[in-house]
């Protein structure tokens, strides 16, 4: 070994970042954030074209979204829709979860890749799937159909944060329960389900997330009686000019926001439950 | 006579039939989840399957004209040209923000992974949207290029090959970059020191050390998302112009504007079926929990 090459190995940090690599990563970041956070700046444009810099500065945008039936309409049918999506779907998959981290049976292992399976299928699959199914049936344009729709979608992505907290979850405490005179539903709804509580409401937020941003099955079955925010959304990125769309996306972006504080609060609190503390 | 015995047994022996209660029990509780699966995903996509395959009878004219229709071949070869590419474009994007992430001092590592996980919660609209705000033909790129004397006309970047390569690489990053980063946490970095006691440069720690460890994360974020890009619908839709569209979009004209049903479905069994070609290489080489194991943080 040379004593150059035995001075750099004394002095070699693997922990070190050159700075080419700090730049090409930060540039890396920029290009993931940057966009979304030029919306902001352009959703407070008054004029009735989208122009970059905005020319009049102002909140008329939003004024006119919350002022505006079809788009409050469309509002309101995404959140019913991805709040009853979530109810199924978490419902589902506390009894699912439940019975598939603790059970011993036959066919688990199937059983588990059958529920996460509609993770894999392409979208625009399950898309023509519903359509066929729910024409036959007539609920093509109602909300049920939507539900129903994305009832197996978000189902994978409940039962994951449900079953990883389960997995963590002592069950001597169930016993020490059990042991003191409680029933098996005591057990349940003092012991069992506070403790996984953050686990899933991380379900239902995800749950209904999915639901609340989906659009491709939303094209096939909203109609026309049954059209939610992302499907309103769609048809004005595509057909028209909106000036209202950057305000529209700035509150999206809110909402991701605040679901990103509340999801890293609720895994908080179970990484707390879970050491038991 | 046998099952007698063994009912008798299992009553007796109080362990075994406790044991055999509770997993029925047990299952009992999945009941629900997989009824609703059945009814609600299995028989609509066997429905699928079906449509595909009888017109009314049974025949496989839809798939003899999809592979005979050179407008479908190049499509589906389309299709994979465009995952691939934008599978490569968010590993080339994706493995430096990974490679920093596991080096870089806790602060800044927690706004990276904020930044990412932000990016990654924020709608799929909204975020292809924001691409056609920067690329579009009066966009933010066009108007501070020509601002500054750089150009004279617009540049075209929108409903054209870049346009969704930079939307599809865009959602795809965080997908590459929790799989490599929570690869490269497992791997101890005094292996690159002991690389460097022995000799090699950097270039060479990095070649003959660092990048083959990091491989297993690559797999997995590559594979994930090379599957996610096969049935890619909303970024060649909105950022992509004729040339773009992939078996996805086709398979959306065909229900939508031709009413063309039985052949869509043989569009999305085709699809499907290439879709579980390479999932099963995922299977098989990184098993399924890594589906969800690998992408978490």
Redesign the interface.
């Known amino acids: 070994m040379s004593e150059g090459s035995r001075k750099r190995a004394a002095h070699f940090d693997p922990l070190h970042v050159g700075w080419p690599l700090w730049v090409v990563s930060g540039s890396a970041i920029i290009f993931l954030i940057a966009p979304v956070l030029l919306l902001i700046p352009m959703s407070l444009g008054s004029a009735e074209i989208i122009e970059f810099p905005p020319s009049q500065i102002g909140l008329d945008q939003y004024r006119k979204f919350f002022s505006h039936p079809a788009w409050q309409s469309a509002v309101l049918n995404s959140l019913q829709v991805s709040a009853m999506t979530a109810v199924f779907s978490t419902f589902l998959g506390v009894m699912a979860s439940l019975g598939l981290v603790w059970g011993r049976f036959r066919g688990k292992g199937l059983i588990n890749a059958f529920i996460i399976s509609p993770m894999i299928v392409p979208i625009i699959v399950m898309a023509l799937a519903f359509y066929i199914s729910l024409a036959k049936l007539g609920l093509i344009g109602t909300k049920l159909g939507l539900v129903l729709a994305y009832t197996p979608l978000t189902l994978p992505f409940s039962v994951l944060p449900i079953s990883a907290t389960l997995r963590g979850f002592d069950r001597s405490l169930e016993n020490a329960a059990r042991i003191l005179g409680a029933s098996r539903f005591q057990t349940f709804a003092r012991i069992t389900f506070p403790i996984i509580r953050p686990g899933i409401l991380t379900g239902a937020i995800f749950a209904f997330m999915i639901a609340f941003d989906e659009v491709v099955i939303a094209l096939f079955i909203c109609g026309t009686t049954a059209v939610t925010l992302p499907k309103k959304m769609w048809d004005v990125i595509r057909y028209e000019i909106e000036p209202m769309l950057p305000a529209i996306s700035t509150m999206l972006f809110l909402l991701a926001i605040i679901i990103l504080v509340l999801v890293g609060f609720l895994q908080q609190r179970i990484a707390r439950r879970m050491t038991g503390r | 006579m046998e099952v007698m015995t063994e009912y008798i047994n299992s009553d007796k022996g109080a362990s075994a039939s406790l044991?055999h209660r509770?997993?029925?029990?047990?299952?009992?509780?999945?009941v629900?989840?997989?009824l609703?699966?059945i009814l609600?995903?299995a028989?609509?996509?066997s429905?699928?399957l079906l449509?595909s395959i009888f017109d009314p009878d049974f025949t496989l004219k839809h798939y003899v004209y999809f592979f005979k229709t050179p407008l479908y071949s190049r499509v589906l070869w389309i299709t994979f040209q465009i995952s691939i590419l934008s599978t490569l474009s968010a590993l080339i994007?994706?493995y430096?923000?990974a490679?920093?992430l596991r080096?870089?001092k806790p602060g800044i590592r927690n706004f990276?992974l904020?930044?990412?996980?932000?990016?990654f919660?924020?709608?799929?609209?909204?975020?292809?949207?924001?691409?056609?705000?920067?690329l579009q033909r009066?966009?933010?790129i066009n108007?501070v290029l020509s601002t500054l004397g750089l150009i004279d006309s617009p540049l075209r970047l929108l409903h054209n090959r870049f346009g969704v390569m930079v939307g599809m690489t865009?959602i795809f990053?965080?997908y590459i970059v929790f799989p490599i980063y929570s690869v490269m946490m497992g791997v101890d970095?005094?292996l690159?020191?002991a690389a460097?006691?022995l000799?090699a440069s950097r270039w060479q720690t990095f070649w003959r050390v660092s990048f083959p460890l990091s491989l297993p994360g690559i797999g997995a974020g590559a594979l994930l998302v090379f599957?996610m890009a096969?049935?890619f619908?909303?970024t060649p839709?909105?950022l992509g112009g004729r040339k773009e569209q992939m078996l996805?979009n086709l398979?959306?004209i065909q229900?939508?504007d031709l009413l063309n049903?039985p052949f869509?479905?043989a569009m999305?069994v085709i699809?499907?079926i290439a879709?579980?070609i390479v999932?099963s290489v995922y299977n098989r080489y990184l098993g399924?929990e890594r589906?969800?194991g690998g992408v978490k943080k």
Request: aromatic share 14%; proline share 4%.
């Open positions: 044991w509770q997993g029925f029990r047990q299952f009992m509780l999945v629900p989840a997989l609703a699966l609600l995903f028989i609509p996509i429905s699928v449509k994007v994706g430096p923000i490679y920093v080096r870089a990276f904020l930044a990412i996980t932000l990016s919660m924020i709608s799929l609209l909204v975020r292809n949207y924001s691409w056609i705000i920067v009066n966009g933010v108007t865009h990053v965080p970095l005094n690159e020191k460097q006691n000799g599957i096969l049935g619908f909303i839709a909105l996805s398979i959306q229900i939508v049903w869509a479905s999305s699809l499907l879709t579980l999932f399924l589906l969800w």
